[in-house]
């Protein structure tokens, strides 16, 4: 049965700094991986997918490594801002279509 | 464009009560999928629909189900409400050339008392 951890569950840096958020997963059969945002109260927005046969992803100052083979993931986050504030889901999708998400990284970032 | 809608945004229901929830997806998706997200446990997959048929669904009891419409909009029905069914119930929709990708609405909130 596939399980996503993510570590930490929460971090709290300053304004400006670059982070590393983690995800791992314990069956590389893996469709996709995606990783999302989700501000308090509020829906999910899809940051980045990377396809199994991918290595990353990068989109404005995120990127997204994926290592089948180690079972990771990492996204990294440059020089952050406040706005970035807010819980980043991970989550692995099966040949199914069935997403399986992580518990979450809570992230706040001080001004 | 607009995106995938859910109604209601809240909904207080009683023990042993039943629930409709409803979600709209994104013009031109025909898959929309259904997600708890309940407080301590994180995400968890619900039910998935395409094309009016149910695809997969998650490991919760028989009285959580569902229907797509003929326009791909869906209904999640709760029947015989439980305190711990309280929980943000996410849809997701997806389809045309980005099929992997699943965007989801802001979620409807279910409280059980």
């Known amino acids: 049965k596939q399980e996503v951890t993510q570590i930490p569950a929460a971090l709290s840096v300053p304004e400006g700094e670059n982070l590393v958020l983690n995800c791992s997963f314990t069956?590389?059969?893996?469709?996709?991986l995606q990783w999302f945002r989700q501000d308090p109260g509020k829906g999910l927005t899809s940051l980045l997918l990377?396809?199994?046969s991918q290595r990353e992803q990068t989109s404005g100052r995120l990127n997204a490594s994926l290592d089948k083979s180690s079972g990771r993931s990492t996204l990294y986050i440059a020089a952050s801002q406040p706005g970035d504030s807010a819980t980043y889901l991970c989550?692995?999708?099966?040949?199914?279509?069935?997403?399986?998400w992580g518990a979450g990284t809570k992230l706040i970032i001080k001004p | 464009e607009a995106g995938v809608t859910q109604s209601p945004t809240h909904l207080i229901k009683t023990r042993g009560q039943q629930a409709t929830l409803r979600c709209s997806p994104i013009?031109?998706?025909?898959?929309v999928y259904w997600y708890q997200q309940a407080l301590g446990l994180g995400l968890q997959f619900l039910l998935w629909?395409?094309?009016?048929?149910?695809?997969n669904r998650g490991n919760f009891p028989p009285r959580f189900s569902g229907r797509q419409f003929p326009n791909y909009s869906s209904e999640l029905n709760v029947n015989a409400l439980e305190l711990e069914d309280s929980a943000l119930y996410l849809c997701?929709?997806?389809?045309?050339?980005?099929?992997?990708?699943?965007?989801f609405g802001p979620g409807t909130r279910l409280t059980v008392l």
């Open positions: 997701a929709s997806s389809g045309g050339l980005l099929r992997d990708t699943q965007y």
């Open positions: 629909y395409d094309e009016g048929e149910e695809r």
């Open positions: 990377i396809q199994s």
């Open positions: 013009s031109g998706h025909t898959s």
């Open positions: 069956d590389s059969a893996i469709y996709n």
């Open positions: 989550a692995v999708s099966e040949s199914n279509y069935q997403l399986i």
